[in-house]
């Protein structure tokens, strides 16, 4: 089982591009995260989908869109990328969300730069 | 909003030394879950715990959960340079997702 896979792991971007970041898990999880790691700082969650067919805006949502494809996979779209943007961005899942969740599962983090 | 507020921030001791890391919040969790998360990589859970005052040991960490659920701490033993790493406390109620807190930089010296 490769977990929580996130692709790509690097990327640069001009402000104004756009891109997506993906992201799949192989665990059958019914609940999938984004969030963005800044320096100095803990998890900020971006959006979540707590099942297939929804999706829920977080803490910091603004700049972003979300797509849950299908149970396995779950995209973050930058569509006019800012200089605010730049961060790690962790892609995470678990079993349940809310009160239930006991453990997420994280991917290994899309360094983003954005000039 | 849920916040969750972590201290020390950062941490920087010698090998063998003990240390205690806290997380506190005004809300009650339903659970609480630590994480370590080393450079380049997503954190990785330690442990969860769910019932207030509950002690749970993970080798040389010690985790408790406060009896009215709204705090944590984590105590470490004879820390050593393995244990270098950011520590991260993670409060789960109601149906929104977990709520992280900022999370304390540790750094074991040898």
């Known amino acids: 089982n490769a977990g929580v896979t996130q692709t790509p792991k690097f990327q640069v971007l001009k402000t104004g591009q756009s891109m997506t970041l993906q992201c799949a898990q192989d665990m059958n999880h019914n609940s999938m995260y984004w969030y963005r790691q800044d320096p100095g700082m803990g998890l900020r969650l971006i959006y979540y989908s707590a099942s297939e067919g929804t999706t829920d805006k977080g803490e910091v949502p603004n700049g972003y869109n979300v797509s849950r494809l299908n149970k396995r996979e779950f995209s973050l779209r930058l569509e006019s990328a800012a200089p605010s943007q730049t961060s790690v961005y962790f892609c995470?899942?678990?079993?349940?969300?809310?009160?239930?969740?006991?453990?997420?599962?994280f991917g290994p983090g899309t360094r983003l730069t954005v000039l | 909003t849920q916040l969750l507020e972590q201290s020390p921030q950062f941490l920087s001791i010698q090998e063998g030394e003990n240390l205690t890391v806290y997380c506190n919040s005004s809300?009650?969790?339903?659970?609480l879950q630590w994480y370590r998360q080393e450079p380049g990589e997503g954190p990785v859970l330690l442990v969860t715990?769910?019932?207030?005052?509950e002690v749970k040991k993970l080798k040389r960490l010690t985790f408790q959960f406060g009896d009215a659920r709204k705090d944590s701490s984590l105590h470490i033993t004879a820390a050593q340079p393995g244990d270098t790493g950011l520590y991260l406390c993670a409060g789960a109620a109601g149906r929104r997702a977990l709520t992280f807190g900022s999370g304390t930089r540790l750094q074991v010296q040898p």
């Open positions: 715990v769910v019932t207030g005052g």
């Open positions: 995470a899942s678990s079993e349940l969300s809310g009160a239930y969740s006991r453990e997420q599962f």
């Open positions: 809300s009650v969790f339903s659970s």
